[in-house]
């Protein structure tokens, strides 16, 4: 079964850097899009950033561009989020997601793991 | 402010049926398939309908989708307690470049 497994979450004081990384298995990862996706305490979901299965293209959300990078190792079966100047507004929850297929929906949710923002 | 638009709340009694509704224009729903997310209490979101009204293997027939123009809605029959969720639309958004877009959010109470 589609399992995916998000880890590198933690407390970070402004201006820092935090690398999150999904584990992904029980399906061929090479063969699918994968997201990023954040929910703020209490708030709604926000989409952060996508990549095209094979890494070609990636897209971000205006609120992380310049700041997040999203890239993927299909040899490892492995989703990143690099996070650069961190604000306190990107305390969230951050969760990796599968699409169904080539601009198609997000189908398969991670766990989420915790980003904390503070001094 | 979120891209697509849904009612913050809805409730309804149990065995009730319930609609919710999430608006957005030519550049997302208006050209795009949609898709519902149901978020149980602290739990990560879950795929609940997709290309409209399409439903996963798993997902009881009492959950139901629909589209028209630029406007999507989640419908629920025979409500029951365990529906009690955060409710969420997606879809496509192409004005800018290709980003996905999510709804506010909607908060079912099942009374």
């Known amino acids: 079964q589609v399992q995916l497994v998000e880890s590198g979450g933690g407390v970070v004081q402004p201006g820092g850097s935090l690398r999150l990384s999904c584990a992904a298995s029980g399906f061929t990862f090479s063969s699918y899009g994968m997201h990023w996706v954040r929910q703020a305490p209490g708030k709604g979901l926000e989409w952060v950033a996508f990549?095209?299965?094979?890494?070609?293209?990636?897209y971000y959300a205006d609120s992380v561009k310049g700041r997040f990078t999203i890239s993927r190792d299909n040899s490892k079966n492995t989703l990143y989020l690099q996070m650069n100047s961190l604000r306190a507004e990107d305390t969230a929850v951050y969760y990796c997601a599968k699409d169904l297929g080539q601009w198609r929906p997000l189908d398969y949710w991670g766990q989420g793991t915790l980003v904390t923002v503070s001094s | 402010q979120s891209v697509l638009t849904q009612p913050p709340s809805v409730s309804a009694a149990p065995g009730q049926k319930v609609t919710i509704s999430c608006s957005g224009s030519?550049?997302?729903?208006?050209?795009?398939?949609v898709s519902w997310y149901q978020q149980l209490p602290g739990t990560a979101p879950k795929l609940l309908i997709y290309d409209n009204n399409k439903r996963p293997s798993g997902i009881p027939d009492r959950f139901s989708g629909s589209k028209s123009g630029t406007s999507a809605t989640l419908g629920i029959t025979g409500l029951q307690t365990g529906d009690e969720a955060d409710y969420y639309c997606?879809?496509?958004?192409?004005?800018?470049?290709?980003?996905?877009?999510f709804g506010g959010g909607t908060k079912l109470t099942v009374l």
């Open positions: 997606g879809t496509w958004d192409s004005s800018l470049s290709a980003n996905w877009v």
């Open positions: 990549i095209r299965y094979d890494g070609s293209n990636k």
């Open positions: 030519s550049s997302n729903i208006g050209n795009n398939y």
